[in-house]
């Protein structure tokens, strides 16, 4: 069993020996596809975490989250890890737009993205997608929220801790379920075909 926390892949090296794992022992057939791969499995965790906020009332630190890796449980494709998560019920200090945006986004997701997208064949346009399918399907299909994640969308990128691309509102394009960029899971050992919303 081994665990990583979001706080590890911030070192260089912890984060080498990671997209390296996945190369070696997961199928990943490149370190863009593990980058990939590895910020899908982030962006679900994001989503847990904003489930748990708003259904339960927890307070979850995002960076001490935990990838679990159970050998006889994670597919030797894709690696599928289980989640940990440290919880807190408290006071909320910020609403669940504000905590989304500058401590979910600002202090843990954008700089995560801005270290993996230094990564040659992967763009941060791709990265923030992988996050974005994830945010959108927990507001829209589980939590039944479409408020929140029209604020979210009409929220600053400045809030999120960009400059210019908005890591929501570019991706909106109707009621289409398609993505507009593809997560390069289609080049997963085993894979028969592309994820059914993919563009290609």
Not at 22 to 30: A, D, I, K, R, V
Not at 112 to 124: D, H, T, Y
Request: proline share 5%; aromatic share 12%; hydrophobic share 40%.
């Amino acid at each position: 069993m081994d665990k990583l926390t979001l706080s590890e892949l911030f070192n260089e090296s912890i984060r080498d020996q990671h997209i390296i794992r996945l190369m070696t022992e997961f199928g990943s057939p490149s370190r863009a596809h593990a980058v990939s791969m590895t910020v899908k499995r982030i962006g679900y965790m994001a989503a847990l975490m904003i489930y748990a906020r708003i259904k339960h009332s927890v307070l979850i630190s995002p960076n001490e989250c935990k990838f679990i890796t159970i050998y006889e449980e994670s597919s030797k494709a894709s690696w599928q890890p289980v989640y940990s998560f440290p919880l807190e019920t408290a006071e909320r200090g910020l609403s669940t737009v504000e905590w989304i945006t500058r401590e979910l986004y600002a202090k843990t997701l954008v700089p995560l993205i801005e270290l993996f997208a230094k990564e040659k064949g992967i763009s941060r346009v791709v990265l923030f997608e992988n996050i974005y399918t994830y945010m959108k399907w927990i507001f829209i299909s589980k939590l039944q929220d479409d408020l929140t994640f029209q604020q979210l969308n009409k929220t600053p990128a400045s809030d999120y801790g960009l400059q210019k691309q908005h890591p929501l509102a570019l991706y909106e394009c109707g009621p289409s379920a398609s993505r507009k960029t593809c997560c390069l899971y289609y080049q997963t050992q085993g894979a028969v075909k592309p994820c059914k919303t993919c563009p290609l």
